[in-house]
């Protein structure tokens, strides 16, 4: 399954990347995708993404299709998202 992930403003400048394709091999929720990404790209991108519990911070703008979703939702994501 492949997600596109696009990052803007703060989380751009965090990530040094406009945007990347992730493959996985089982479905994710939106949480679970935040917190991989987050300890995947470093110190600056995971002191925006989680709050101090490690959880996604709510104030975290997540944009899934043209619907904007909460940043700890646990629906899983689908290939193309």
């Known amino acids: 399954m492949k997600l596109n992930i696009r990052y803007s403003a703060q989380a751009r400048a965090a990530t040094g990347l406009d945007r990347e394709e992730i493959a996985l091999d089982e479905p994710i929720s939106v949480h679970d995708l935040i917190v991989r990404l987050a300890r995947q790209?470093?110190?600056?991108?995971?002191l925006l993404a989680l709050d101090t519990h490690g959880c996604p911070h709510p104030a975290l703008l997540v944009v899934l299709g043209d619907e904007q979703v909460r940043s700890g939702d646990h629906r899983l994501l689908k290939a193309g998202d």
């Open 41 to 46: 790209h470093g110190t600056a991108f995971r």
